[in-house]
Nanobody, 115 residues
Framework: QVRLVESGGGLVQAGGSLRLSCAAS????????MGWYRQAPGKQRELVAT???????NYLGSVKGRFTISRDNAKTTVYLQMNSLKPEDTAVYYC?????????WGQGTQVTVSS
């Protein structure tokens, strides 16, 4: 079992920045992928960014150059630095951890970008 605790969401004006954090605890495997997904009202959940345990990253096209995903050396915490935020980035952001042993999601944190 893996537990994910997210933090860092909030309200920010367009052009501003936020940093999301997600700490994983429990049965963490050495080989895993962590990432951030988001879901806006009336829309499907979409991948924002992922990072593997060997630091391979993947980004949604619309956030490339604005968002940066990273993880700590212990590989149990993942961060999402979000710069130049736009109103269309408004959504609930979910942390995800997956490995060969399971797939886990956080509770979500609200990010609201005002115009």
């Amino acid at each position: 079992q893996v537990r994910l605790v997210e933090s860092g969401g909030g309200l920010v004006q367009a052009g501003g920045s936020l940093r999301l954090s997600c700490a994983a605890s429990g049965s963490i495997l050495g080989l895993n992928t962590m990432g951030w997904y988001r879901q806006a009202p009336g829309k499907q959940r979409e991948l924002v960014a992922t990072i593997s345990s060997v630091y391979t990253t993947n980004y949604l096209g619309s956030v490339k150059g604005r968002f940066t995903i990273s993880r700590d050396n212990a590989k149990t915490t993942v961060y999402l630095q979000m710069n130049s935020l736009k109103p269309e980035d408004t959504a609930v952001y979910y942390c995800r951890y997956y490995s060969s042993r399971g797939d886990y999601w956080g509770q979500g944190t609200q990010v609201t970008v005002s115009s």
